[in-house]
Nanobody, 121 residues
Framework: QVQLVESGGGLVQAGGSLRLSCAAS????????MGWFRQAPGKEREFVAR????????DSADSVQDRFTISRDKAKSTLYLQMNSLKPEDTAVYYC??????????????WGQGTQVTVSS
């Protein structure tokens, strides 16, 4: 099992920035990819970004490209999401996720508890 704990959410004005962190523990050596999803009120969960844990290759949703940057610190087993130029439509609960094998945008094998991000206009 892999445990994921997010932090860094909060309230920010439109145009501002936040950095989310996700600390991984447990069988992290079995993790191939880590990433972020989000779910806004009344909407389905959607893919935000992912990063191949060992190669660092990234993939992001079109809606956040050029604004959000995903990164990881292997030594600290920590995943980050730097969010810039935030918009009200970025308001959602953000979930850290991890995959054991091939990753996809539809879902993941492990999930954090989520952290709320609220962007005011």
């Amino acid at each position: 099992q892999v445990q994921l704990v997010e932090s860094g959410g909060g309230l920010v004005q439109a145009g501002g920035s936040l950095r989310l962190s996700c600390a991984a523990s447990g069988r992290t050596f079995s993790t191939t990819t880590m990433g972020w999803f989000r779910q806004a009120p009344g909407k389905e969960r959607e893919f935000v970004a992912r990063i191949a844990y060992f190669t660092g290759i990234t993939d992001s949703a079109d809606s956040v490209q050029d604004r959000f940057t995903i990164s990881r610190d292997k030594a600290k087993s920590t995943l980050y999401l730097q969010m810039n130029s935030l918009k009200p439509e970025d308001t959602a609960v953000y979930y850290c996720a991890a995959w054991r094998g091939p990753s996809g945008r539809a879902g993941a094998d492990y999930w954090g508890q989520g952290t709320q991000v609220t962007v005011s206009s």
